[in-house]
């Protein structure tokens, strides 16, 4: 099993920054790409950034420029810097990984979710 925990979400204000961040933990062969999503409330959930395991990265259109996503692949862990936020932000943001799993019986590869952050900008 693989344990994804998120931290770093909150309330900042209109052109403010925040960090996410997002680690992994459990037992795994690797972590392929890693990526945050958000879901607003009554919207679907959308992916907001990705970013593949040798750090090729792709942004939804409304983040570009404001968001950046790095990781570090020695701690397993994903971040998400978020800044001049906007309203249209606010969401829970979901931390996602596809990761490698074996054992005897098995090889296989998964999607794990994180338990989401809120991230709330006050007008």
């Known amino acids: 099993q693989v344990q994804l925990v998120e931290s770093g979400g909150g309330l900042v204000q209109d052109g403010g920054s925040l960090r996410l961040s997002c680690a992994a933990s459990?037992?795994?062969?690797?972590?392929?790409?890693m990526a945050w999503y958000r879901q607003a409330p009554g919207k679907q959930r959308e992916l907001v950034a990705i970013?593949?395991?040798?750090?090729?990265?792709n942004y939804v259109d409304s983040v570009k420029g404001r968001f950046t996503i790095s990781r570090d692949n020695a701690k397993n862990t994903v971040y998400l810097q978020m800044n001049s936020l906007k309203p249209e932000d606010t969401a829970v943001y979901y931390c996602?990984?596809?990761?490698?799993?074996?054992?005897?019986?098995?090889?296989?590869?998964?999607?794990?979710w994180g338990q989401g952050t809120q991230v709330t900008v006050s007008s």
């Open positions: 996602n990984a596809g990761v490698v799993e074996y054992s005897d019986t098995y090889y296989r590869a998964r999607d794990y």
């Open positions: 459990g037992s795994f062969l690797r972590i392929n790409a």
């Open positions: 970013i593949t395991s040798a750090g090729s990265t």
